[in-house]
């Protein structure tokens, strides 16, 4: 079975420039994660999704971060514009809302801002 | 709010036992778990234990939970030079997102 897919799994870009994660969680989970790591905050959750409903965003550090998920199969966490702190790893990760909860992680996204 | 907390670091020598311990203050969890992450990689569920139970044995994993305390430990037996990951401890907050540890570097050598 596929696991969460994430792409792209790197990249690097300019300040000021636009970046645009996705991923596509596992199939039949109806929630879905985005996560961001980084040495100095470790994992800090950023938004999650039931349903494709956005449940709680308090973790989006400002408004230049965004995400969507339009369809149960797909999810996009935008950065309008990117700075250099918010180069991190993003992961997004998928689960079956209720019962053990277990949260099954993509490989991330490994994002550099110059 | 949930709070999880973990040491930083441990080292240990190939062979011997790894202890890495865990505190959260949500005592209304029904699971929780252990992730690892090697180097360059998402997380990996490890396992999990039950709230109503005390201990969970898999291979040379073993979980302890201490419910009173809000105390989780996770052991591993005969540690290896590819055990050397992060391992996070995790437990559900609102039924519904898990929150995660610090996250403990665990560092084996020959």
């Known amino acids: 079975d596929a696991g969460v897919i994430q792409s792209p799994r790197h990249e690097v870009t300019e300040m000021g420039q636009e970046v645009t994660l996705r991923c596509k969680p596992i199939?039949?989970?109806?929630?879905l994660f985005w996560y961001r790591q980084t040495m100095m905050r470790g994992l800090e959750l950023l938004i999650y999704?039931?349903?494709?409903?956005?449940?709680?965003d308090s973790g989006m550090p400002e408004d230049r971060f965004s995400a969507k998920m339009p369809n149960a199969s797909f999810s996009t966490l935008k950065i309008q514009p990117s700075e250099p702190r918010d180069s991190a790893v993003y992961f997004c990760a998928s689960s079956v809302r209720g019962g053990k909860n277990t949260i099954y992680f993509g490989e991330g996204s490994w994002l550099t801002v110059v | 709010g949930e709070d999880v907390e973990q040491s930083l670091f441990l080292s240990v020598r190939e062979g011997d036992s790894s202890v890495i311990n865990c505190t959260y203050t949500d005592s209304s969890s029904t699971y929780l778990y252990w992730y690892k992450q090697e180097p360059g990689a998402g997380l990996q569920l490890l396992t999990y234990i039950f709230s109503n139970m005390d201990m969970k044995q898999d291979q040379r994993l073993t979980v302890l939970l201490n419910k009173k305390d809000k105390h989780l430990s996770l052991r591993i037996a005969d540690t290896q030079t590819g055990d050397s990951a992060i391992y996070f401890c995790?437990?559900?907050?609102?039924?519904?997102?898990?929150?995660f540890g610090t996250g403990t570097r665990l560092q084996v050598f020959p």
């Open positions: 199939s039949g989970h109806n929630s």
């Open positions: 999704f039931n349903n494709n409903v956005p449940i709680d």
């Open positions: 995790a437990g559900p907050y609102n039924t519904d997102k898990l929150i």
